[in-house]
């Protein structure tokens, strides 16, 4: 059996947004926004008719603004 490519399910990638609207909402914040990734991939480099480098990588993050009237603030 392979490994499953994503570490979270969607349920659980929703929860967090959930909770980060939440907390940034009880801050004092009048609006939010948040996005929130997960992905993979293979890089394949050939030279010469040879492979030169294989890489693999695995990216996850979060982003939110946040509203205070009419002033903004962001983080990643």
Same mark, same amino acid.
């Given at each position: 059996?392979?490994?499953?490519?994503?570490?979270?399910?969607?349920?659980?990638?929703?929860?967090?947004?959930?909770?980060?609207?939440?907390?940034? =909402?009880? +801050? #004092?914040?009048?609006?939010?926004?948040?996005?929130?990734?997960?992905? *993979?991939?293979? $890089?394949?480099?050939?030279?010469?008719?040879?492979?030169?480098?294989?890489?693999?990588? =695995?990216? +996850? #993050?979060?982003?939110?603004?946040?509203?205070?009237?009419?002033?903004? *603030?962001?983080? $990643?």
């Amino acid at each position: 059996m392979s490994k499953p490519v994503f570490t979270h399910t969607q349920d659980q990638l929703k929860q967090i947004a959930e909770d980060v609207l939440r907390f940034a =909402r009880e +801050k #004092g914040a009048s609006d939010v926004a948040v996005e929130i990734s997960e992905g *993979g991939g293979l $890089s394949i480099s050939v030279r010469k008719a040879k492979i030169e480098t294989i890489e693999q990588n =695995r990216d +996850k #993050g979060i982003g939110v603004t946040v509203y205070i009237g009419q002033k903004r *603030g962001n983080a $990643s």
